[in-house]
């Protein structure tokens, strides 16, 4: 059909933008489907070296996934080792819930805002750099 859009034809264009764990679930998407990891991927306050409060809950799969030493972060961090992407991440300098040392993978972009807490990334979001991830020419 002529409404039919290829993902390959919009890879320059789409970005995915994930707020916390949701950054997480975007990595892990790109992990089961090899044909996304050429999308440009901006993380907000996600945990992808994992977060030492997750032990907090422990009868909660998701925290337990977000967990330091869990398997979940150790396979994506393998992943992104072993294929690498157009990851971009933005990190708040006083997040309370994701440590700072904790909100990005070595040998990336970070853009960290300063004051900026986890619930600040995604309900004033630092527009500035997001325009500047988005659209470098600016």
Known sequence: SRHHVR???LKD???SIGHSMGGLIILNAQRQHPELLELRVVTMGSPVQGTRL?????WSTAAREMQPNSSFIATLK???ASHPRNITHVRG???ELVP???SAFDGYPVFTVSPGGHATLI???PIKELQSILDPSR
Request: hydrophobic share 40%.
């Open 13 to 15: 264009k789409l970005v």
């Open 78 to 80: 393998q992943d992104v």
């Open 7 to 9: 993902l390959v034809d």
């Open 123 to 125: 309900y004033n979001p």
């Open 93 to 95: 300098w006083w997040d």
């Open 54 to 58: 997750a032990y907090l809950e422990p």
């Open 100 to 102: 700072y040392d904790s």
